[in-house]
């Protein structure tokens, strides 16, 4: 939360303005980014997703794909409500996410790259093709090389943190072969 990194100062509409307007942040997986650190993430989209499941069902969908970049490309910024489900495999879960097609298909094309954040109306998001929120000049850092920055920096913010974490759902708590060994009262760390 930014209020509670800065307190009394912080002003909802300068962090609108700044992804919405200036584009100087921006919305991913939950988390707003600087702008600057795009380059070390445009790798990973272009090698998403990990998980068979989820490329099958995104190839089982790929008329559905196009479709919502089509009526983007088309028509600017929309809320997922005001985009057709043209789904032809149904997004499967146990969870809150069963049937949710058109949001399944969002997020998986904002990992992607392919679509992005671009506002909020109130605490829904607004969704538009990522050309038109990511500036075209910011290149993409190689995959090894932004995981071992983004590990650094992870480390940096951590303070201390150990090399290899359980997995974490979005931003990892673990910072590879960032930084060196802990000691700690003379016994090495892990």
């Not at 499941?53 to 196009?66: G, I, P």
């Not at 089509?70 to 997922?80: C, I, K, M, R, T």
């Amino acid at each position: 939360m930014a209020w509670s990194r800065l307190g009394s100062t912080y002003d909802p509409a300068h962090l609108k303005q700044a992804v919405e307007t200036d584009r100087t942040l921006y919305e991913h997986n939950a988390l707003i980014r600087p702008m600057t650190d795009l380059g070390l993430h445009l790798a990973a989209m272009e090698v998403w997703p990990r998980y068979q499941e989820v490329r099958d069902w995104l190839s089982a969908n790929d008329t559905f794909r196009r479709d919502i970049l089509e009526l983007l490309g088309a028509s600017g910024p929309l809320l997922s409500r005001d985009i057709p489900d043209t789904c032809v495999r149904p997004w499967r879960s146990s969870g809150w996410t069963n049937a949710r097609n058109v949001t399944q298909m969002l997020e998986c094309l904002m990992m992607r790259g392919e679509v992005a954040v671009a506002g909020r109306v109130g605490r829904q998001r607004l969704w538009d093709l990522g050309e038109r929120v990511y500036p075209a000049e910011i290149e993409a850092i190689p995959l090894e090389e932004a995981s071992r920055l983004r590990d650094e920096r992870r480390l940096r913010a951590l303070g201390i943190a150990r090399a290899k974490m359980p997995a974490q759902p979005i931003e990892p708590y673990h910072v590879g072969d960032a930084g060196e060994p802990a000691v700690v009262d003379g016994v090495p760390g892990e």
